[in-house]
Each structure stands twice: as C-alpha cells, then as structure tokens.
C-alpha cells in the first residue's frame, strides 16, 4: 500500500476485522516494477447458524482504468473552466499549471510558448528562480549572442526541450513516445546509459543537476502547429508510466486547444483595437481638417458618411438617414442643378472624376461652402458601381480669402491716397513763397491773431476775407498748425484756377471710367485731407451748384466720387478764404 493511503488503509482493516458490518475501501499499492495500481477492497462478514463471526470474505479488484479516467475527467474539466474563465493567455496558463501541479502530485511544472524564434517559460510552479532564468531561453548562440540556424535557416534550440519542440525524436527509444514526447523516471541513469546521439542533441543536464529524476516532456500542438512545451519535473525516481504519459499528451492537446484560442481572442482584440484607435486617430484628423469622406454604393444605392460629413452638414447620424437625396436636399437652391450635372457626368464618363464647389445650407439656416471630390468605379461593361471621394469645408478659408481681398484693396487705397499726399505735398513745398510766420505789431494785426487762436483749437468752419495779396493762406495755415489737425495735412484748393468741369472732380474724385479721360480712379481733395483741414481759396468763384454738394460735405460728412455709388464719409475741417464781398454777392 503506497504511504499515503497507508493509514486509511490501517483503519479499515481494524474496523473490517471486528466482523461486525461490511466494509469497503478504495487504496493504492505499488507493484515490484513500481506501477502503482488502484484497489477497490470488499470485505463481509462470514456468520454462523448461531450469528457467531466464522470468518471475513474479501473481493480485490483492479479499477485502476476507470480511476484513471475519472481523474482524466476531472482535469480536463478543470482545465477547460480556467479557459472559459481566463482574460489572457497568461491568466489561463497560470491557472492551468496551478492545476496540474495539484492534479500531478509533481514538484514542478511548466509551461513554455513560442516568442518570435524562442520557446521561454510563460508560466512555472515549483521551480526556482534561478533555475528558470538559466533555462529560460532555447536558442543556441554564437560567441556575440547571434542565434545559430541550421542548414534550413531555423534556430537552432537546444537540450531535450528543444528535441521535443523541434520534433527531433526516435520513438524506438523508451525515452520518446509514438506522439513525440520525452520522460524517463531516472534522469541520472538515462544520462549513464545513453550517448548524444541518441539523445538527438547536446543536453545542458541542468534537469538532473538539480536533482530532478522523474521528467516528462510534453508537446502543446494544435492545428498541426507546435506552440509549446508542458513540463513535469520530480526529484522523486519512478513517478511515471507509459500510460501517464499518453493522458499527459491527450491533456497537452487540450491545453494547446485552449491557448491557440485565447491567442486567436488576443490577436483579434489586438487587431480591433487597432483598427478603433486608426478610426478615431482619421475621425480627429478630419475633424482638424475639416475633411469628411463618403463612400456610395451606386448598386445598393447605399450612402455612408465620416463623422465629419454630418458635422459639415449640421446634421446628426441618429437622426437623418446618409442618402443622395439627403446630400441634394443640403445644397443650396442655386447650386443644385450644378452639382447633379457634375455627379452624373461622373458617372456617365470615366474621365470626368467629381470635382466641384458649392455651398451647403445646414438645418439652422447657416451657410457653408465645401469643395467635394471624388472617384468612380466601373464595371468592364461601364456601368458604375461605386463612388467615394471627400468633402472639405472652405468656409473659413473663403471668409480669410474675402478678408484678405478687402484687406488688400484697403491697402491699396491707402497708397494711393499716401502717393497723392506725397505728390501734392511736394508741389506745395515746390509751389511755397518760404512764409513760415506771421511778423508784425499792427493792432489789427495783432487782433486777428488772437481772434486766429480762439477758433484754431475748435472745428468750426472759417471764413477768411480780404483782398488779393493780404495773406488769407498764410492765415490759413497758421489756424490749421495750431489746430489738433496739425499732424494731419492741410491741401489746398485754388477754386478760380480750376475750369468747372473739373472743379467737381478735383474736390471729390472719380473712379475709372467715370467720364471720358478717366483712365483710372482719381482720389479727391476732401478723402485726401480726411483727418486734417481743406483750404479752399478762392471760394467766391465756386460754380453755384457745386456749392449744394459742399454744403452736403459740411453738413453731413459725406460724398460719392463722381462715376461711384459708394458713399464715403471724411473728416474735414473747411477753411474758405476769398477776396469778394459775399453779402453784396448775395
């Protein structure tokens, strides 16, 4: 009786022999070989006529096979739990070897998986630390650490583990099974008894050096495929049997089931969430770039839009339907007929492609402008098929266009009004008599300019009379230097130099075109001297209608250029000055 069914085995016996009841004990005992067999043991007391105990029948009998099968059963339902169970392929291998150890009785057991060309331990239980990092990789190497390869460009693995894996065997050996398997009960004598050579390959013996006997080597192959190694090491000698060994293999086949499905489970989660992780990475690029794209499948008549598409159109995937007619309902009116005719000649002719702008009208009434493009697929017959092709919104980029535009013309505006400032400015200083002050001790001199300071600092209007030759413009300038204008321009005016005709233009400008001989827009005194002050001499001889548009500047602070609708406002101070007596005038 082995030992640790020994002291039930004591108890029954003691029982069984009071010959009072039945009894029966299920035990183990070890054969001379060292097999180990299960006992079902039956014992009835024998009475006599007088109910005296004469004796105790005994009925022995193998169940050896079907304790075998039931303990099969057993583990192989507690390994397909953990695969049900497990997250990963390390969760289940932790479980499973867990299992097998406690099932086993073995000291240790392992579990080594394919990595890129090498076979490390995945998962262990009994062995030491150190004993799994010497062991852990099978590739042999060279002196630099570059894996060696043989004739066929394999890796080279080595030890018997790598035998196993590699499928290096001959099962006319006692130490190699039909299936490719290794176990010996003694590594010591199997490494007394036998050569390299029929080993199949340099053994490191580490195994053996750590005192382990009893080793078995299993391979983990499914669908033709080896990904793997199980391992059982005892330091205990004769603690397998042909017949353990073939339940191990058939357990290894489910182990190998379950990890090629768990890594099949990985390597879609793997992949999906890759593929989620690009589609929101493309989602985002869109949404910075304000690209969407569509795909349409002309045969289905089936329309699908990027997230973007539906934010471009303000519209909502749970709430509207991606169709053509729903892209032709957000067209603009005037932009429909455009974008049909493009769209069909896209289909009609396998040159064309789609590529148009338009505009784009959301729900809330705002307007967009996109510009699509797209590509078409044919049949060899011609007939489409397919469509997909983008969407990009241009709203923003045409708003910074316009601004742009408007933001140049201003510039352009402002040099050439800088250009007939410079000009004017140095026929001014070409046309000056060099007075750059007012001397003189007169009291009606002085009088004057006192009266000249009181209404320099305001922005009144200013009349100035007296003859020819008294210095009205040099009176003129003296208001406007000590004016808050003073940084700003004072132009001149001579309304008597200028014929009627182009009195008009002179004053308020004209655009191209405006009249015969205007090759190109002309800007006026007044929009010249906005900002600063407008002397206009001579004043008297003004042609009397030009006087009601002057009287509108005045007023109002506005005029159109001559040829322009536009209207166009000025600050302007008017300085007058003539030499008639207006009131006699009148």
């Not at 039945?22 to 006529?49: A, K, N, T």
């Not at 029929?198 to 669908?223: D, F, K, M």
């Not at 929101?280 to 990027?306: C, F, K, Y």
Request: aromatic fraction near 6%; charged fraction near 30%.
């Amino acid at each position: 009786v082995v030992s640790e069914d020994r002291p039930s085995w004591d108890k029954h016996r003691r029982d069984s022999h009071k010959g009072e009841k039945p009894g029966q004990l299920q035990f183990r005992i070890r054969r001379r070989d060292g097999g180990v067999v299960w006992i079902e043991h039956v014992c009835r007391p024998v009475s006599g006529e007088e109910g005296d105990c004469l004796g105790i029948r005994v009925n022995n009998r193998d169940i050896t096979e079907r304790k075998q099968a039931e303990s099969e059963r057993k583990i192989t339902v507690k390994l397909l739990s953990q695969s049900s169970v497990a997250n990963d392929v390390n969760e289940l291998l932790q479980g499973i070897t867990s299992a097998l150890q406690r099932w086993s009785g073995c000291a240790a057991v392992g579990i080594r998986l394919r990595e890129n060309e090498d076979y490390p331990y995945y998962e262990t239980r009994g062995f030491d630390k150190e004993f799994v990092l010497a062991e852990n990789h099978l590739c042999s190497t060279d002196a630099q650490g570059c894996p060696l390869r043989d004739a066929s460009g394999n890796v080279i693995l080595d030890c018997m583990c790598g035998n196993i894996i590699r499928g290096r065997f001959d099962p006319s050996l006692p130490f190699f099974t039909e299936r490719g398997s290794f176990w010996t009960n003694s590594t010591s004598e199997l490494l007394a008894s036998t050569t390299e050579a029929e080993r199949q390959a340099r053994t490191r013996n580490r195994c053996n050096g750590e005192g382990y006997e009893s080793v078995a080597l299993i391979p983990l192959r499914a669908s033709g495929e080896t990904l793997g190694l199980l391992q059982f090491n005892d330091q205990r000698k004769g603690l397998f049997s042909a017949a353990r060994i073939e339940l191990f293999e058939r357990l290894a086949y489910n182990i190998a089931s379950a990890v090629a499905q768990h890594k099949a489970v990985q390597a879609l989660r793997t992949s999906e969430d890759k593929l989620r992780r690009e589609q929101e990475m493309l989602s985002e690029a869109q949404r910075i770039a304000h690209l969407g794209s569509w795909d349409w499948s002309i045969l289905r008549n089936e329309l699908s839009w990027s997230d973007e598409v539906y934010h471009i159109f303000g519209l909502k995937p749970q709430e509207c339907d991606a169709t053509y007619d729903t892209f032709l309902d957000s067209v603009h009116a005037e932009d429909r007929e455009s974008v049909k005719a493009a769209v069909n000649r896209a289909l009609t002719d396998s040159g064309a492609g789609y590529n148009i702008e338009h505009r784009v009208v959301r729900p809330d009434g705002s307007q967009r402008v996109v510009h699509e493009r797209g590509d078409v697929t044919f049949e060899p017959t011609g007939r489409p098929v397919r469509m997909i092709g983008t969407v990009h919104d241009l709203t923003e980029q045409k708003g910074a266009e316009l601004g742009l535009r408007d933001a140049l013309a201003e510039v352009e505006r402002l040099k050439d009004r800088l250009f007939a400032e410079n000009v004017y400015l140095q026929e001014e200083i070409r046309g000056s008599h060099g007075f750059d002050e007012i001397v003189g001790r007169s009291e009606p001199l002085r009088g004057t300019l006192t009266r000249i300071e009181h209404v320099a600092n305001t922005d009144a209007s200013v009349l100035l009379l007296g003859e020819t030759g008294t210095g009205k413009e040099l009176f003129a300038r003296a208001i406007h230097n000590r004016s808050p204008r003073s940084d700003h321009p004072l132009v001149k005016v001579n309304c008597a130099a200028l014929p009627s005709s182009l009195i008009e233009s002179e004053l308020f400008g004209h655009v191209k075109g405006a009249f015969t001989g205007a090759l190109s827009d002309k800007v006026g005194r007044f929009e010249l001297a906005d900002g600063g002050t407008l002397f206009l001499d001579e004043i008297g001889e003004l042609d009397p209608e030009l006087q009601t548009k002057l009287l509108r500047v005045l007023q109002e602070g506005e005029f159109e250029k001559i040829g322009s609708a536009e209207t166009r406002k000025v600050d302007v101070r008017v300085i007058a000055a003539t030499n008639r007596d207006l009131r006699r005038s009148m």
